[in-house]
C-alpha cells in the first residue's frame, strides 16, 4: 500500500472575514487528483496551501512527510514542489527559454550546462523546444500555459500542483498534456485544479469536489459517476421536474436529476452528469436549511 | 603476415591524419600488407567516429547555448566581475527596475533635483531633502512585489530565499542609483550634501520591513507620505534640516537595522514576501 504524500486535516482559511477554506479533511497518495467545483469554491486557496505560498489559519497540512510551516521542513519542500498557479506572471521581454532558465536557478539548477539541458527537456516536454527562443510577449495563451507548465516540471518532482492547467489549450494540446501527466504522475503526486471534466474522466483516479471552502466529495471517479447511475435520461422534452437539461445534437434532451420520470429511457452518465447531480443536491441542501 | 606491427600511438595518430609525411607513408605500405594492422585500424576509425558523433552532439549543444539563451547583460556581467556567483547575478539582472523605463524615470527626476540644488535657495535644498531620499526607496520598492514582478506567486514556491533575492535586488538598485543622486548632492553646501544618505537607506530598509505585509510601492507611497508632512512641517516651523537633527539620525540607524531584519524573519515565517494577489 502506498503511503500518503499529502495529508490535510481540518484546514481552514479566511480572508477579511469571509471563509475560504473550511475544515478540509484531504489525503493524496501519488498519481493524479482532480479538484473540480464553481468559481470562488475555495480551489485557488487549497492549491496555495499545498504549494506553500499559503499558510492555512487553521488544521494541520503535511506535505511529502514534512510540515510547511517550519521553515526548513518547508525549504525541503519546495525542492521536490513544482507549482503553476492559476495566474500566470512572467518578467518582461523573457523568452520561454530564459524564464524557465531564471526558475531553474531560483530552484537551486546553479550549473550551467545540467541546468540549460533540463530546461531543454521540459521545453520539449511541454511542446515547445521549437519556440524556445520566442519572446513570451508574443506566444498565444495556450502557449503560455504551457511555459508556466515548463517551469513547474523542473527537476521531475514528487509534488507537482497544477491550477487549471489545461485552460486556453486547444483539444490536441490537452491531449498531449495529458500523456505528459499522465507519464509523471507514475511516480509523483499530482492535483490538478479544473472546470474540465472530462479532463477529470480522463486523467484522475481520485476526485476532489469543493464548493464554497468544504470538501463535498473525495473518492474515486468511479465512485462519483456511479452516484448518478439511474438518474440521467434522455426524453423527447426537457423534463421540468429535472435538476438539469440540454438539448443534444440528435435533438433530444438529456435529464439530469434525483426524480426520473417512470418508463424513462435511461443512459449511462458522464463524470459532468454526476458532478451537476452532486452541485444540484449542494443547491438544495442550502435551501432547506432554517434561516 | 610480417612479425612486426606499427606502434599502436603511431597507428593511431595515422588514423587521425596527424601523422607526419614520412612516417604517414611508412605505416601506409605496412597496414597495405598486415591483416593484424587493418584490423586494429578498423577499430580505431569506429571509435574515432564516435568521438567524431560525441564531439557534434557537444558542438551542437553549445550552439543551442548561444542561439537560445540571451548573452548575459551588461549588468549581469558587471555583477559576476564583482564577485558575484553567476547564478545570483542572473537573478539581479531580472530585476525590472534595472531596466531602461525607470533609468529614464530616475535621470528625469534628478535633474528636477539638480535644477533645484543648483539654484542654491532655501526653497532648493528644501526641495533636494524632499526629493533625494526617496529616489532610491522608490527603486527599491520597484525591483520586488507583485507590482513589480508578475511572477512573485512562482517564484514564492521555490527553495530560493525570497529574502535573498530581495537583499540582493536591493544592493543592486542602490548601487545603480545611490551614486547618481550622490553626485549630484556635492552641488549642495555643507552637511545635507551627504546626510541625506541616512534617511534614503532607512527608508529603503523600511520598505523592506514593510514588504512582509503590504506590497513595497504602497509602502513607499506611505514613507513619501511621512516623510513630504515632516520635510514641510519642519520647514514651516524653522528649516527643512531640523530632519536630519541627531535625534532623527538615530531613528534613520534604527530603521536600518529593524527593516532587513523584518524582512528576514517574516519571509521566513510567512515564506513569502508581500501579499499575493487573490
Not at chain 2, 529574502?163 to 553646501?189: C, D, E, F, M, N
Request: charged share 20%; hydrophobic share 45%; net charge neutral.
Amino acid at each position: 500500500m502506498t503511503a500518503p504524500t499529502v495529508r490535510l486535516t481540518g484546514v481552514g482559511k479566511r480572508f477579511r472575514g469571509t471563509v475560504a477554506l473550511a475544515d478540509v479533511d484531504l489525503t493524496l497518495k501519488p498519481g493524479i487528483t482532480g479538484l473540480l467545483g464553481p468559481n470562488g469554491a475555495g480551489k485557488t486557496t487549497l492549491l496555495r496551501i499545498l504549494a506553500t505560498v499559503l499558510r492555512a489559519d487553521a488544521g494541520s497540512v503535511n506535505l511529502l512527510g514534512r510540515d510547511p510551516n517550519a521553515p526548513d521542513e518547508r525549504t525541503d519542500i519546495r525542492r521536490r514542489l513544482g507549482y503553476q498557479p492559476q495566474e500566470l506572471g512572467f518578467p518582461r521581454g523573457f523568452s520561454s527559454f530564459a524564464f524557465v532558465n531564471y526558475m531553474a536557478v531560483l530552484k537551486e539548477w546553479s550549473e550551467r550546462e545540467p541546468r540549460q539541458a533540463e530546461v531543454r527537456r521540459v521545453l520539449a516536454a511541454v511542446g515547445l523546444g521549437d519556440i524556445a527562443t520566442k519572446r513570451i510577449s508574443r506566444l498565444s495563451g495556450g502557449q503560455r500555459r504551457r511555459v508556466g507548465l515548463a517551469q513547474a516540471l523542473l527537476g521531475t518532482p514528487d509534488l507537482l500542483v497544477l491550477d487549471e492547467p489545461t485552460t486556453g489549450l486547444d483539444p490536441e494540446q490537452r491531449v498531449s498534456l495529458r500523456q505528459v501527466l499522465a507519464e509523471i504522475a507514475t511516480a509523483s503526486t499530482l492535483i490538478i485544479s479544473t472546470h474540465q471534466t472530462e479532463d477529470v474522466a480522463a486523467l484522475c483516479e481520485q476526485v476532489v469536489v469543493l464548493d464554497a471552502g468544504r470538501v463535498h466529495f473525495d473518492g474515486s471517479v468511479q465512485d462519483l459517476v456511479a452516484r448518478a447511475a439511474g438518474r440521467v435520461w434522455l426524453a423527447d422534452e426537457a423534463e421540468p421536474t429535472a435538476q438539469t437539461s440540454w438539448r443534444l445534437a440528435s435533438g433530444r434532451y438529456r435529464n439530469v436529476g434525483a426524480h426520473v420520470p417512470s418508463g424513462a429511457e435511461l443512459v449511462e452518465p458522464t463524470l459532468e452528469d454526476a458532478y451537476l447531480l452532486l452541485r444540484g443536491a449542494r443547491a438544495r441542501d442550502d435551501e432547506t436549511v432554517p434561516a | 603476415m610480417t612479425p612486426y606491427h606499427v606502434v599502436p600511438e603511431d597507428l593511431h595518430d595515422w588514423v587521425r591524419g596527424v601523422s607526419g609525411s614520412i612516417a604517414s607513408v611508412s605505416v601506409e605500405q605496412h597496414v597495405a600488407s598486415c591483416r593484424d594492422c587493418q584490423a586494429d585500424v578498423a577499430t580505431l576509425v569506429a571509435s574515432t567516429r564516435a568521438e567524431a558523433v560525441l564531439d557534434l552532439t557537444d558542438v551542437w549543444s553549445r550552439v543551442r547555448d548561444e542561439i537560445e539563451l540571451a548573452p548575459a547583460s551588461p549588468v549581469e556581467r558587471l555583477l559576476s566581475r564583482l564577485g558575484l556567483p553567476p547564478s545570483d547575478a542572473a537573478l539581479v539582472a531580472a530585476a525590472p527596475s534595472l531596466r531602461v523605463p525607470w533609468l529614464t524615470a530616475l535621470c528625469s527626476a534628478l535633474l528636477f533635483v539638480a535644477a533645484a540644488a543648483v539654484s542654491q535657495s532655501r526653497v532648493g535644498t528644501s526641495l533636494f531633502l524632499l526629493v533625494a531620499p526617496l529616489v532610491p526607496t522608490f527603486a527599491v520598492a520597484m525591483a520586488y512585489g507583485p507590482e513589480a514582478s508578475g511572477s512573485l506567486e512562482q517564484e514564492s514556491a521555490v527553495p530560493y530565499p525570497l529574502a535573498r533575492l530581495v537583499l540582493l535586488r536591493t544592493a543592486a538598485v542602490l548601487l545603480a542609483s545611490v551614486p547618481v543622486v550622490a553626485v549630484v548632492g556635492l552641488l549642495l553646501p555643507g552637511r545635507l550634501s551627504w546626510l541625506w544618505l541616512l534617511p534614503a537607506i532607512g527608508f529603503t530598509a523600511t520598505v523592506l520591513g514593510l514588504s512582509v505585509w503590504i506590497p513595497p510601492v504602497r509602502a513607499a507611497v506611505w514613507i513619501t507620505l511621512v516623510w513630504v508632512v515632516a520635510v514641510s512641517s519642519a520647514s514651516r516651523m524653522s528649516t527643512a534640516m531640523t530632519v536630519l537633527d541627531g535625534r532623527y539620525l538615530v531613528l534613520y540607524c534604527l530603521l536600518l537595522i529593524a527593516g532587513p531584519t523584518t524582512l528576514v524573519l517574516g519571509s521566513r515565517h510567512f515564506g513569502t514576501i508581500g501579499r499575493i494577489p487573490l
